[in-house]
């Protein structure tokens, strides 16, 4: 089969291991170019090698810590700069799982810089050339706790950052999309469940004692076919794709019942705690 992509690049931060592991070779074997980011040389350094070996394509080895904001800057200029970037995946993360109250406060922020900072500047390092060029995209991974706010921990892990931070990735992604239609660019944010990966080992948590997970290879092959439809938000393993349209709906509906100048009924007592 013809590769469709030759002569386009392909960037995946956290390329190391797991879903970004599983983009990379997927979009390699799909004709892109990549470059790797992750902060594992010897780990870039052996995938790139496999990755060239598969095919006819050239890969890039970029390693960075996306917590150092230096780093992030040499990952924003190589993205700026590459006229042939077709496709961004912001992939990095780790879990952080801990309660909020316990958490080291150096965790938090390094929390927030992969999940939240780089997301947002990497981002907006691709689009003008996207945008100019008319054509490619970007795909950033959350993760279904990104709508797990109204169920306590136990059986699902402490979360408040990891979750918070994943909110913000659905958010800034379906917002943009908004931005940037009719340019020819697509934004897509893909919210995976349990994936069977070293994710939860490093976090702490037991993969023999966890339900049946999905694959890596998997997640990155529903994301690239919805991506391929104009699908903004992909979540893997969800059959009934209309319950998206009722949260969708449920949201406007809060807005507009709410966007009011009278204050709530049940606020108008005057009482104070």
Same mark, same amino acid.
């Given at each position: 089969? @013809?590769?469709?992509? /030759?002569g386009q690049r392909a960037l995946v931060t956290g390329a190391s291991s797991g879903i970004?592991? *599983?983009y990379a070779e997927r979009l390699a074997g799909d004709g892109y170019d990549v470059v790797l980011v992750a902060r594992r040389r010897e780990r870039l350094e052996r995938l790139a090698e496999r990755l060239r070996r598969g095919g006819n394509v050239e890969v890039d080895v970029l390693p960075a810590d996306l917590t150092d904001a230096s780093a992030l800057a040499q990952v924003e200029a190589r993205i700026a700069g590459d006229e042939s970037l077709a496709l961004l995946v912001n992939n990095a993360g780790f879990a952080g799982y801990r309660p909020f109250a316990e958490i080291e406060p150096d965790a938090v922020d390094a929390l927030v810089n992969v999940h939240v900072r780089a997301v947002a500047r990497l981002t907006r390092a691709a689009?003008?050339?996207l945008i100019r060029r008319g054509k490619g995209g970007v795909i950033n991974v959350a993760s279904l706790l990104a709508f797990s706010a109204s169920i306590p921990p136990n059986p699902l892990p402490y979360r408040a950052t990891y979750a918070g931070a994943k *909110?913000? /990735? #659905?958010t800034f992604t379906q917002a943009l999309a908004f931005e940037i239609d009719g340019t020819g660019v697509? #934004?897509? #944010?893909c919210l995976p469940g349990l994936v069977a990966t070293e994710f939860h080992a490093v976090a702490?948590?037991?993969p023999s004692k966890m339900p049946p997970?999905?694959?890596?290879?998997?997640?990155v092959a529903a994301s690239l076919a919805a991506f391929a439809r104009g699908e903004v938000t992909c979540i893997p393993g969800l059959d009934d794709v209309s319950l998206l349209d009722r949260l969708a709906e449920a949201q406007r509906a809060v807005i507009g019942s709410a966007n009011?100048?009278?204050? @709530?009924r049940r606020y108008q007592s005057g009482q104070t705690p």
């Open positions: 089969m @013809a590769k469709a992509h /030759i970004g592991e *599983a689009l003008p050339g *909110a913000f /990735i #659905v697509r #934004v897509q #944010v702490g948590r037991d997970m999905m694959t890596a290879d998997d997640v009011r100048p009278a204050l @709530a």
